[in-house]
Nanobody
Framework: QVQLVESGGGSVQAGGSLKLSCTAS????????MGWFRQAPGKEREFVGG????????FYTKSGKGRFAISRDDANNTMYLQMNSLKPEDTAVYYC????????????????WGQGTQVTVSS
């Protein structure tokens, strides 16, 4: 099991940028595929994108493709989500999650979650 803590959320105007971090405890972070999810009020949690254990495979959903960039720094047990050209519809609580076997878009496949960080984008 790995403990995850997100940080970097905040309030920005449309068109702005934020960089979220997901820091893991423990020495096995590099064995986890990591995903970013978000949940807006009244909506289901949705997959934003993720990165494989090796870092060679990175996936984005349509909502973030071209605007978001996911990376990982295993030496510092941290995954990042760089978000550019933010839109009001990106407003949500953003979560990171880990899976020891593979990268999934289904939130039910993840056992390890952070507490979330709020991102608010105003128009």
């Amino acid at each position: 099991q790995v403990q995850l803590v997100e940080s970097g959320g905040g309030s920005v105007q449309a068109g702005g940028s934020l960089k979220l971090s997901c820091t893991a405890s423990g020495r096995t972070f590099n064995s986890y595929a990591m995903g970013w999810f978000r949940q807006a009020p009244g909506k289901e949690r949705e997959f934003v994108g993720g990165i494989s254990q090796s870092g060679r495979s990175i996936f984005y959903t349509k909502s973030g493709k071209g605007r978001f960039a996911i990376s990982r720094d295993d030496a510092n047990n941290t995954m990042y989500l760089q978000m550019n050209s933010l839109k009001p519809e990106d407003t949500a609580v953003y979560y990171c999650a880990g899976n020891r076997f593979d990268l999934f878009s289904d939130s039910g496949k993840y056992d390890d979650w952070g507490q979330g960080t709020q991102v608010t984008v105003s128009s």
